[in-house]
Nanobody
Framework: QVQLVESGGGSVQPGGSLRLSCAVS????????IGWFRQAPGKEREGVLC????????YYADSVKGRFTISRDKTKNTVHLQMNSLRPEDTAVYYC???????????????????WGQGTQVTVSS
């Protein structure tokens, strides 16, 4: 079974940056797509973006375009979500997940994603 573990969350002031990590076990990360979701207090979990095995982006949240990017660390089988110019509305628990069909869905339908991490808290506040 695929296992995902997020890390790197924390508190930051508006305009700051954070880098989240998603460590993947039980498969070779380079061959798989990875999605990121977030859930703010009192709100539904929403998709942020998905990164395909070929390196393409599918953005589910327009607000993160130009601010959030993904990179892979092949040696550690880890994906990093670099978040810049953070805003208070980015405050949420962030989750990584793998699409069931190993392709980024056009929409952030949660049922299309199989394995999930436990989440990591990101707080943006002055």
């Amino acid at each position: 079974q695929v296992q995902l573990v997020e890390s790197g969350g924390g508190s930051v002031q508006p305009g700051g940056s954070l880098r989240l990590s998603c460590a993947v076990s039980r498969f070779t990360l380079n061959d798989y797509a990875i999605g990121w979701f977030r859930q703010a207090p009192g709100k539904e979990r929403e998709g942020v973006l998905c990164f395909s095995s070929s390196g393409g982006y599918t953005y589910y949240a327009d607000s993160v375009k130009g601010r959030f990017t993904i990179s892979r660390d092949k040696t550690k089988n880890t994906v990093h979500l670099q978040m810049n110019s953070l805003r208070p509305e980015d405050t949420a628990v962030y989750y990584c997940a793998t699409p069931r069909l190993n392709a980024c869905p056009a929409r952030d339908t949660r049922s299309l994603f199989g394995s999930w991490g436990q989440g990591t808290q990101v707080t943006v506040s002055s």
